[in-house]
């Protein structure tokens, strides 16, 4: 679901307001009736809210859009929330960096080799 969503959002959305924003997740309640889109919202505060808004006007066709993508039994209620965690600061973030400085997980406990 959150593959389709960001899909929709940048290729199949005309709406400039909704340019830079990327879905980081999307958590589904049990009873299928709700779901939390994460999104991360670019720039300042005026654009990030230029963009909440955008997304809002834009819920009922990002809806319909995700129910012809997804077969669910139910498509769930879609709610919008800014994801404060930015995105370097995920753990995948942290492991693609740390894979292209080549350097291996130090671990924490363990004391450093004395040598001979």
Known sequence: ??????????????????????VSGVIVSPD?????????????????????EGLMNAKAYLRKKLAARVELFRMPELRFVADSEPV???PLAKLLRRARRGRPKTDPDATPQASA
């Open 32 to 52: 299928m009736k709700k779901a939390d889109v994460l999104v991360s919202l670019p720039g300042n505060a005026k654009a990030r809210g230029e963009a909440m």
């Open 1 to 22: 679901m959150r593959e389709e969503l960001s899909e929709l959002i940048r290729f199949e959305s005309a709406d400039p307001r909704l340019t830079g924003i990327d």
């Open 88 to 90: 370097t600061d995920r």
